[in-house]
């Protein structure tokens, strides 16, 4: 059981890394989103903080099911 439970967060680490990485390039390539105004960074922010909220409340299985953006 502990097993599986370090294996687990190795592997959510790994991806955390992955996401973080991914994030990283993006920004660089567009810039820094120096054009955004802070509106639309504060918005953005809101956002990844209420998604992190319901994450937290319904849990990551549940979470897996919303929709992404195109």
Do not use: F
């Amino acid at each position: 059981m502990t097993h599986d439970h370090r294996s687990t967060d190795l592997h959510r680490a790994e991806l955390d890394h992955e996401i973080e990485t991914i994030r990283t390039e993006r920004l660089l390539a567009t810039g820094g989103d120096a054009h955004d105004s802070i509106l639309d960074r504060t918005r953005r922010a809101a956002g990844r903080a209420l998604i992190g909220a319901g994450t937290a409340l319904v849990g990551r299985e549940a979470a897996s099911l919303r929709t992404h953006r195109a």
